[in-house]
Every structure is written in structure tokens, then in C-alpha cells.
């Protein structure tokens, strides 16, 4: 830690617009940051330095050096206050999360969620993780997700999904927002564009903390949040908690099952007034399980009391999944780029049959894989009889075209002859 307080020793008085890094005599130890700094004070006016500070002393989180220059291979999104870059560093892709205007204000805003995600002490699948700091632009280095969106995929005209994606997605967003919870962490913009899928589509993962807060000794009447899935209460600037997570989980559950993004139509801002007023939700679902009804209902209530647990939304997801057939094998983005020149340019195979990566320490998966390895083999088999079947089926054709050539022809010869004979008997 020595070596890198030594190395950046650019104070914040230089005003250089892309890099803020520690001075060395302005590094305290561990402990003093520890015992004198909590993330409450982390907003917009505490000093970019000292929030530095926090990351990397306190919170020991790794760090790309000032010198070290990452070339952007392209954007990802822009926000009000970041833009998210696709990068390459040692070796790997991650998202790099930088001010848009390189001003103070957003630097200090990337910088805040970076301290948000690294409150979240234990990793969790669903969670996006803080994996370096970038010294050179003060901007975080987090997971990339390759399948972009939970907005996007739904938009998509060529993707097709199931009611168990959706059961498998609504549970791990419940999962998540629980976690979140339990960390005492309010996520409080819960909505599509902040949901990234990767391996495939199958794993869901809850992104972008800049609203987040902590679950304080008093509840919060801050006015954040996306306004199709902000909760009434938060809209109308009254007391809330936790339970505006819940809110907002419903409504992207809504719209999952029902593939449509505005559960309002194309009416601006003003359905905020009717769902505040006259306790406006998006329309009853058709041909949905009863149960799902309730989930959702229940999870929208006006009065927050009323709402579920994201922990029990869970349990309840997770119990209508144990009772689905076994779901086929996922496969991760790296598997299928190795094989899917080998299996559909070769074998020109649908995606869906795919051979699928399994765990190696579940006997049961790996034992589905060996049987989708060997459907593979029974496919392949029987493609290649059927090329065979039809190589032939062309060279019959040809033998009988070729045949029946030689009896017209031979009919002409037989029709000719029997002029020739009545000929000469005349």
C-alpha cells in the first residue's frame, strides 16, 4: 500500500481535469479512515481525495496506476453523469464507468457508487462487483455483462424467452434486491435498463448504485428513481424504506411476463399523478397463473406495510421452480465461442442444440451433459444418413431418367423397324 500512496502524489490544488490521486503525506493508516470515516459522509461535497482514501486504504480495493492508460474498445452506455466503456485489461473484459464531463461533481458521483459497492462485503451472483479503481480517471472497473440489458433483450424482435426465464429472473432479481437488504442497502432505481444478463441470458445481474443508499435510523423522503417503476410513496415525497425495492421488482416482473416496457403507454409523466391518487397499476395480466397475480398485487400495494419481503418473493419463486422440470444446461459466453464454429458452421445445428457446459461437481449435470453429448453424436448420425439417403435418391433419379430415355428411344428404333418391314413388303 506504501508503494502506491508513493506513486500518486498529484494533489487535488494541481486541478487536473482527468486525474485526482493521493499525496503521500495525506495518507493516513487504515484505521484512522476507519475510525473516523463512514459511508454516510461519502456524498457530493466530501473531498474526491478522501473518498480515494477510502477506497483504496480502507477498503483495500485494487487499482489500475495513474501511468497505466486502457484504450476503450467501445461504449457500452452513457448516463446523465457516467459513461460505461468495454476495456481490455490484463486479458480480460471488464466495463470502466467514468465521468462523462470529467467534472468534479460527476467524478464524485462515480466515485460515491464505488464506495456503494464496495459496502457490499461478500460477493453474490447477481451483484455487480467492484474490481479495480482506475487512477488515471477516477472511474470504477466493474463486471461486464455481454448479453447487454434486461431492456434491451425484451426489445429485441429476434430473441424469444419463457415463462421460466421469467420465474428464473424474478427470482434472482429478488435474491439480489434481498441481499441488498440485508446489507442494508436500498438499491432505489430498480428498472430493465439497470439489469445486464450474461452466460447466455440465463444470470441476471442488478447494476448501476448511484441512487442506492443506506438504510438509515430514519426513513429517507428523497425523490429518486425512474417514475414507471417508482414507488407512489417515493413519488409523493413521503417516509419510505426498503419496501420501494418491493415496488419496483413488481413492476419489471409485469413487465417480463407481458413483454411490454410501458405498463402506462405513451402518456409522459402524468400516470404518476393517477398511480399516487387513484392508486393507478398496470393492467390485469390475461391466462397468468393466479398465484403470479398475487405475487404482484400484493408486491404493488399502495400502503408499503402491506408489501411482501423480497425475501419471501423469493421463497415463493423458488418453490413454484422446484416443481418445474429440470431446466437444459446453461452455457457460458466463453464456451459457446469455442464451439459454436465447430458445431453450427460444421454440422449446420441449430443454436438450441448446442452442447452445454456442466458443473463439474454436480454428478447430476454432468451426466446430463454426457447424454446431450451423446443426442449430439445420435444427430450428427442421422444428418449424415440422411445426406447419404440423398445422394442416393439423386442417383436413382438420374438412373431412371437415364431409363426412361433408353425405352423412348428404343421405341423410336422398335416404330422405325416396323416401317422399314412394311415397307419392304410392298
Not at 477506497?55 to 492508460?69: E, Q, S
Not at 481490455?88 to 464524485?108: D, F, I, S, W
Not at 434486461?150 to 429472473?169: E, I, P, Q, S
Not at 423397324?417 to 419392304?424: E, F, H, L, Q, T
Request: some cysteine.
Amino acid at each position: 500500500m506504501n508503494d502506491m500512496i508513493s506513486q500518486v502524489d498529484v494533489d487535488l490544488a494541481n486541478d487536473s481535469p482527468d486525474v485526482c490521486v493521493l499525496s503521500p503525506a495525506s495518507a493516513p493508516c487504515a484505521t484512522s479512515i476507519e475510525s473516523t470515516q463512514t459511508t454516510s459522509e461519502t456524498d457530493r461535497d466530501f473531498p474526491l481525495k478522501e473518498k480515494l482514501k477510502i477506497l483504496l486504504v480502507d477498503r483495500k480495493i485494487p487499482y489500475i496506476p495513474v501511468t497505466t492508460k486502457i484504450e476503450s474498445l467501445c461504449t457500452l452506455g452513457t448516463g446523465v453523469f457516467g459513461v460505461v466503456e468495454l476495456i481490455n485489461y490484463q486479458k480480460k473484459l471488464y466495463a470502466h464507468k467514468r465521468a462523462r464531463q470529467k467534472t468534479r461533481e460527476q467524478r464524485n458521483s462515480i466515485l460515491d457508487e464505488g464506495i456503494k459497492l464496495s459496502d457490499i462485503n461478500q460477493r453474490h451472483p447477481n451483484i455487480q462487483r467492484l474490481n479495480f479503481i482506475n487512477l488515471h480517471t477516477n472511474g470504477i472497473v466493474i463486471d461486464y455483462c455481454s448479453n447487454g440489458s434486461l431492456d434491451a433483450f425484451v426489445r429485441g424482435t429476434n430473441l424469444d424467452y419463457t415463462l421460466v426465464n421469467v420465474l428464473h429472473w424474478g427470482y434472482q432479481l429478488a435474491d439480489a434486491l434481498s441481499f441488498l437488504h440485508s446489507n442494508n442497502i436500498i438499491h432505489r432505481d430498480v428498472k430493465m435498463q439497470n439489469i445486464l444478463l450474461k452466460d447466455n441470458y440465463q444470470t441476471l445481474v442488478l447494476t448501476d448504485y448511484g441512487t442506492a443508499t443506506q438504510l438509515g435510523k430514519s426513513w429517507m423522503t428523497d425523490n429518486v428513481g425512474t417514475p414507471i417503476t417508482m414507488a407512489p410513496e417515493v413519488f409523493a415525497y413521503n417516509q419510505y424504506a426498503e419496501q420501494c425495492d418491493t415496488y419496483s421488482w413488481s413492476i419489471v416482473f409485469w413487465q417480463l411476463i407481458t413483454k411490454q416496457l410501458l405498463p402506462y403507454g405513451n402518456n409522459g409523466k402524468g400516470f404518476l399523478i393517477s398511480v399516487v391518487r387513484d392508486k393507478l397499476r398496470p393492467d390485469r395480466i390475461n391466462h397468468c397463473p393466479e398465484l403470479f397475480l398475487a405475487l404482484m398485487y400484493r408486491a404493488w400495494h399502495s400502503d408499503p406495510n402491506e408489501r411482501p419481503k423480497l425475501s419471501f418473493i423469493k421463497k415463493v419463486l423458488r418453490l413454484i421452480l422446484n416443481e418445474l422440470p429440470e431446466p437444459k444446461q446453461t452455457y457460458t459466453d466463453e464456451m459457446a465461442d469455442g464451439i459454436q464454429y465447430r458445431w453450427l458452421n460444421t454440422y449446420k445445428l441449430s443454436k438450441k442444440y448446442l452442447p452445454h457446459k456442466p458443473r463439474p461437481d454436480d454428478q447430476k449435470s454432468i451426466n446430463l451433459y454426457e447424454e446431450h453429448l451423446a443426442a449430439m453424436e445420435r444427430i450428427i448420425k442421422m444428418q449424415q444418413d440422411l445426406s447419404e439417403l440423398q445422394k442416393r435418391k439423386e442417383k436413382i433419379d438420374e438412373y431412371e431418367e437415364i431409363l426412361n430415355a433408353n425405352q423412348q428411344l428404343q421405341e423410336s428404333i422398335n416404330e422405325l423397324r416396323s416401317k422399314i418391314v412394311d415397307a419392304k413388303g410392298k
